[in-house]
């Protein structure tokens, strides 16, 4: 069966995370990635946070499956050469360098387009058009200028940054789907454009709901649903909302059976109004079901942290798993908190391919998180990373270039 992307040709200049995020996804998808690193070093992140000395670390292998890797210096007249065979060879140049980089490569749009007017240009920047421009920029900062750090943490505690990684991984993302619909459009019009994705605007889309919250406290001058009700005032911007949930249904993180030794036994408890008599009896507070102060969904919101302190006294005396069963029986929302040795052997996780494990040549096997998009009719086989360099032959040849071409490249320190 072929695959959705078949016959897409990307020219991979991406590096470190939100780039890489973008291509393996087209990659999985069934486009041919042509990723072009520096002979020597590579991504960078070849040799960052390694574990097995001289190994490509984890963090590249794990962003960089189903790629080629063909080692061009763009600085280099014969090798500026092979970047522009590759313009006309390929469909989408996708890049994430440092505002500039490209165009000081000579690869400037107006080059491109004259190379190959079909070619989508999609790059990823820290910032859109404006005072930022020019800065470069990782993860955090994008986290943090987004608008995620100063909603992320407790009241009382500094803006805090998340784990997942939405600055660079949620940019990649966004990136990729402007991808495909840039591919789209061109079926029609014959032409290329040119793809942008900012992570600062990734982020910010991602926390959509506080800007919903900040033009909701700016009319009302309160949130109801958020911990610092009622005993806290509000301020004029969101504020952190520790754990609570950032939808209409009041949520909070419950300690479990274990807490005191285990970091992660805990449980992610939702008061959705239509199993409050559920709730009411599993944690044997019937008489909330008729006392006016418990009874509605408004009458509990000045009365939130009290009540989750009260279902807390009831998952405490269960493992997070127990409250789950219980809890699921009676339709009652809820997540276990998992840490990552727990999802790593989660069974139900490897049987859907979403964590996989890859067999490397110089690392062996280790594992990583598939292709979360399941398609019926496109599947996705996770395929190690490409050694630095491993395709060059291959990709030359491909562009028409001879052995005795290539060897004269080599010798040149072009690839
Ligand atoms: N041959 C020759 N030169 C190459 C090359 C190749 N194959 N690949 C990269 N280079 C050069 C670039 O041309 C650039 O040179 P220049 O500064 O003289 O123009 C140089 O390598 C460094 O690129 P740069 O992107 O500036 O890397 P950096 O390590 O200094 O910065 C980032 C890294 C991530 C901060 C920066 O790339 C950035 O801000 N990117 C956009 C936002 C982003 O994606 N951030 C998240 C990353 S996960």
Redo the contacts with the bound molecule.
């Keep these: 069966m072929g695959k959705a992307l078949d016959g897409v040709r990307i020219l991979d ?9 973008c291509t393996q996804l087209l990659a999985w998808l069934g486009a041919d990635v042509i990723k ?4 020597g070093e590579g991504d ?1 992140t070849r040799g960052q946070l390694r574990d097995i000395p001289g190994v490509d670390s984890l963090y590249f292998t794990m962003l960089n499956h189903n790629k080629r890797s063909i ?6 007249p014969k ?1 500026k050469q092979v970047l522009e065979a590759l313009v006309k060879h390929c469909d989408v140049l996708v890049e ?7 165009d ?2 000579g690869l400037t749009w107006e080059h491109i387009q004259s190379l190959n007017p079909r070619m989508i240009v999609a ?4 910032f859109g058009p404006g005072p930022y421009e020019d ?5 955090n900062v ?1 986290q943090c200028a987004g608008g995620s750090a100063s909603t992320t943490g407790f009241d009382d505690g500094p803006p805090m940054v998340t784990g997942a ?1 939405i ?2 991984s949620g ?2 993302l966004h990136l990729a789907l402007g991808i495909v619909a840039a591919l789209y459009q061109r079926k029609t019009t014959g032409r290329g454009q040119r793809v942008l994705a900012a ?1 600062q605007d990734g982020v910010l889309n991602l926390c959509r709901v506080k800007l919903r919250d900040q033009q909701r406290l700016a009319r009302t001058g309160v949130m109801e649903e958020y911990p610092q009700y009622p005993n806290t005032p509000f301020g004029d911007a969101v504020p952190r909302a520790g754990n609570a949930s950032g939808g209409g249904q009041p949520g909070w993180i419950l300690k479990c059976k274990g807490w005191e030794t285990d970091p992660n036994a805990y449980i992610y408890f939702i008061t959705q109004a239509p199993v409050w008599k559920d709730i009411c009896e599993v944690i044997g507070r019937p008489e909330w079901l008729t006392d006016p102060c418990y009874a509605t969904p408004k009458a509990r919101l000045p009365h939130l942290m009290e009540i989750f302190g009260q279902i807390e006294e009831w998952t405490k005396t269960k493992d997070k798993f127990e409250a789950m069963d219980l809890l699921n029986k009676r339709d009652i929302p809820c997540g276990p908190i998992l840490s990552m040795k727990e999802i790593a052997e989660e069974p139900s996780l490897r049987a859907t391919g979403t964590v996989v494990e890859v067999d490397h040549p110089t690392r062996g096997k280790y594992l990583s998180v598939g292709n979360p998009i399941k398609m019926s009719e496109s599947p996705s086989d996770v395929k190690r990373s490409p050694l630095l360099g491993e395709h060059t032959d291959e990709v030359l040849a491909e562009l028409g270039y001879t052995q005795d071409q290539v060897a004269a490249l080599r010798a040149d320190k072009a690839i």
């Design positions: 200049f991406t590096h470190v995370q939100s780039g890489p995020t072009v690193e520096r002979a960078i080692t061009v210096d763009a600085k280099h090798g994430n360098f440092a505002p500039g980089a490209l000081r490569m790059s990823v920047k820290g800065c470069k920029v990782y993860e994008a990684q600055g660079d940019t990649g992570m």
